[in-house]
Structure formats: structure tokens, C-alpha cells
């Protein structure tokens, strides 16, 4: 498993909610959220908001889907809570998500919203296949809200992080 020094003590990770096809002539960049996102979004968000989920800082893609969860996080949760957007997430790697999250050393609470496979791939690294597997057995679903607490080493081994929630709209 892969390990962020210093680790916040929480980390978020948010996929997008779900979005409608390009248009003809408009960039992957540019879809939006379809009807169903908008609400996938928004209720991810209030589910979140009632478990009392608040975290630091909210780091979004700059892609217009995850602009648009990060809207729906950020009036659900902390409407003073502004994201930071970071291009290199969109189409990022798991290296590039990876370092953003390490780059996070104020923050003891992260979200992260970005795109799948990475998304998926984050989870993973940080958790492990079976931990995965056993939360997601169909995938990183859109608008899927992945809540991980850093446990830190444990009998002298590295227990490092557990899944302890999972949300979907």
C-alpha cells in the first residue's frame, strides 16, 4: 500500500458525478453533468453534510463535471469552503493524484474530486485490492465518495489506511 508522508488523518475522494456524452465538435473537457449527475451529485453532497463530513480543503479537476460536483460539495457541507481546481487532474496519473494529496501538509482533512480510472486506482494504492474489491466490487461508481481515516503504524507494522465509508447517490 502506498503511504503519503505527512498524512492528513482523512482523505476524501470524490468521482464526478455522472455526465452526459460530448456534444458533436465538444471537447471531453467540456461535458457537463446530465440531469442524473446534477442529482447524483447533490445527494452524495447531503449524505456527506449529514455524517458530518467536513474536510479542509476540497481539490477539484478543472474538467466542467467536477467543477460542478465540487459546487454541490461545497453548498452541501461549507458554503465558505472555496476549491482549489488543478488542471493536472484531469487525465492525471496516479502518480500526479498521489502528489497532490502528499502536497496537502496543512490539512488534516482532504477531498479530492477527480476522474476514473485514476480515481479508482488512488483508492486502491492506498487501500489494497481486497479492501477495494470488498467496498466496490462493480467499480468506482460516478458521484462515489470514498472516506479513508489514516491509522498510522500499529504494532510496530504499517497499518496505514482503512476505508470506513463509502457513499453512492
Known amino acids: 500500500m502506498t503511504t503519503i508522508n505527512p498524512p492528513p488523518s482523512r482523505i476524501y475522494l470524490l468521482r464526478h458525478a455522472k455526465s452526459g456524452w460530448a456534444e458533436p465538435g465538444q471537447h471531453d473537457f467540456d461535458r457537463a453533468l446530465d440531469?442524473?449527475?446534477?442529482?447524483?451529485?447533490?445527494?452524495?453532497?447531503?449524505?456527506?453534510?449529514?455524517?458530518?463530513?467536513a474536510p479542509d480543503i476540497v481539490i477539484s479537476s478543472t474538467a466542467v463535471r467536477c467543477r460542478q460536483t465540487a459546487e454541490a460539495i461545497r453548498r452541501a457541507i461549507n458554503e465558505a469552503i472555496e476549491p482549489v481546481y488543478v488542471d493536472e487532474l484531469y487525465n492525471g496519473s496516479l502518480g500526479t493524484y498521489?502528489?497532490?494529496?502528499?502536497?496537502?501538509?496543512?490539512?488534516?482533512?482532504?477531498m479530492l474530486i477527480g476522474h476514473n480510472p485514476t480515481m479508482e486506482e488512488v483508492l486502491e494504492a492506498?487501500?489494497?485490492?481486497?479492501?477495494m474489491m470488498a467496498a466496490i466490487p462493480s467499480g468506482y461508481p460516478p458521484?462515489?465518495?470514498?472516506?479513508?481515516?489514516?491509522?498510522?503504524?500499529?504494532?510496530g507494522s504499517e497499518?496505514?489506511?482503512?476505508?470506513?465509508?463509502?457513499i453512492t447517490a
Request: no cysteine.
Open 35 to 53: 440531469n442524473q449527475g446534477f442529482a447524483e451529485a447533490e445527494i452524495v453532497a447531503d449524505k456527506a453534510a449529514d455524517r458530518n463530513y
Open 98 to 110: 498521489l502528489a497532490v494529496l502528499e502536497g496537502q501538509k496543512d490539512s488534516t482533512s482532504v
Open 126 to 131: 492506498l487501500i489494497g485490492a481486497d479492501q
Open 143 to 155: 458521484a462515489g465518495l470514498a472516506v479513508l481515516d489514516y491509522r498510522g503504524v500499529v504494532s
Open 159 to 166: 497499518a496505514g489506511w482503512v476505508l470506513v465509508d463509502f
